[in-house]
């Protein structure tokens, strides 16, 4: 375990190293906190590890970044039993997301969910609708931190990344880049939309570009058939550092979110990649693609990317999408007013609201006292 002083100690129940991790050091790098290295493959042993840490350094405050049940369960233990204040952070509404794989897990998700909130000093939303959704739980206090970019497009990125992957200057190119697990039940991996949906399409010059691994990139290679290589390209996994460069390849992302529970609550990492590629996006009917719109997202019907309606929708789009409408998204994209994802912005809002629940825990123990 690493350490930057006591006030404030941190963790990601996605383990060390993983994006979330980062993402969390990184909105509190004005604070520096102390860094427990949760390690997600030992669950049980990372959990006993942080109680310890926790105790020896009494923290005036831990902030947990996602909602494992390993890593909560522990923070709501300290709480209870020693007074230690949590803060955490998540980009999913728990119960929701947890019954897509069975409704018994979803019911105790949100029971979950629900006493986290309810024990929690604070809650920071990766979306304005989770911090709505936390408040309604029972968290006291809460605000929006929903992400940043972790690198930038290097000079001729575009004509590089098209090279390299054979694609000619003139084609179309509309992607994703994402984990690509295949979910049985659904029938769906990211990605497996605008493959369905290219096979609808009559058009020689359209490329789509899945950059991920996992179980799903061989089901999307079956789907593919004999587009895998010409019009559906599976690159696989790249570093986190050439995303941008890969995204700047693209003329347009897909946000391919469901119109439910789980994905109207998201943003997902993708977005902020989106705008800082100034990239136009496709993506269904979700708050966020109402909210962030100024004129560079393309709004497509269905309740879900893997529905007959949404593939179907994104098949005609497709076959028209001209470079033409790409460069008028584009255009209004790069013209949008503010950026939700600057990292300094919120950082600072980070730190405010960190000592905002210090300063309200400290009135409560002079009013107990």
């Known amino acids: ?21 980062e993402r969390i050091l990184s909105l509190l790098e004005p604070v520096q906190p102390a860094l427990y290295e949760f390690d997600r493959s030992h669950k049980l042993r990372s959990a006993i590890g942080l109680v310890r840490a926790v105790l020896a350094q009494r923290p005036q405050l831990v902030v ?9 369960l522990s923070l709501i233990a300290l709480d209870v039993l020693f007074g230690i204040p949590f803060v955490f952070s998540s980009g999913d509404a728990v119960g929701p997301y947890l019954r897509l794989h069975s409704r018994l897990l979803g019911l105790l998700g949100g029971l979950y969910e629900r006493l986290l909130c309810r024990r929690c000093a604070g809650f920071v939303g990766w979306t304005p609708y989770l911090v709505g959704r936390a408040l309604t739980l029972g968290a006291p206090r809460a ?38 697990h295949w979910n ?8 497996a939309e605008l493959v369905r949906a290219l096979a609808l399409v009559a058009r020689e010059d359209l490329v789509v570009c899945v950059i991920g691994e996992g179980s799903g ?30 995204l700047a390849a ?3 992302g897909s946000l391919s979110q469901s119109v439910d529970k789980v994905g ?5 990492t993708k977005l902020s990649e989106y705008f800082a590629a100034s990239l136009p996006i496709i993506t269904g009917e979700t708050p966020v693609a109402f909210d962030l719109d100024e004129g560079c997202m393309w709004r497509l019907p269905g309740h ?5 309606v949404y593939v179907n929708a994104l098949a005609e789009l497709l076959q028209s999408l001209s470079a033409q409408e790409i460069a008028h998204r584009r255009q209004a994209m790069l013209q949008r007013r503010g950026d939700p994802f600057d990292l300094a912005v919120q950082q600072r809002r980070m730190s405010a609201f960190l000592d905002s629940v210090l300063a309200d825990r400290r009135t409560v123990d002079v009013a107990e006292d």
């Open 1 to 21: 375990m690493s350490t930057g002083g006591t006030r404030f100690m941190c963790f990601a129940t996605k383990g060390h190293g993983d994006i979330e991790e």
């Open 64 to 72: 947990m970044e996602g909602t494992g049940t390993a890593g909560g």
């Open 143 to 180: 605000m929006t931190a929903p992400g940043f970019t972790r690198g930038r497009i290097s000079d001729g990125a575009r004509e590089r990344i098209r090279a390299r992957l054979g694609i000619s200057a003139d084609a179309i190119v509309v992607g994703l880049a994402g984990s690509l």
């Open 184 to 191: 049985d039940r659904l029938d769906y991996t990211y990605g």
């Open 217 to 246: 990139r061989a089901r999307l290679e079956e789907l593919a058939g004999d587009d895998l290589g010409s019009r559906v390209l599976l690159p696989g996994r790249v570093p986190p550092s050439e995303v941008p460069d890969y």
């Open 250 to 252: 693209f003329d347009a």
């Open 264 to 268: 109207s609550f998201r943003y997902t």
């Open 304 to 308: 879900a990317p893997w529905s007959a």
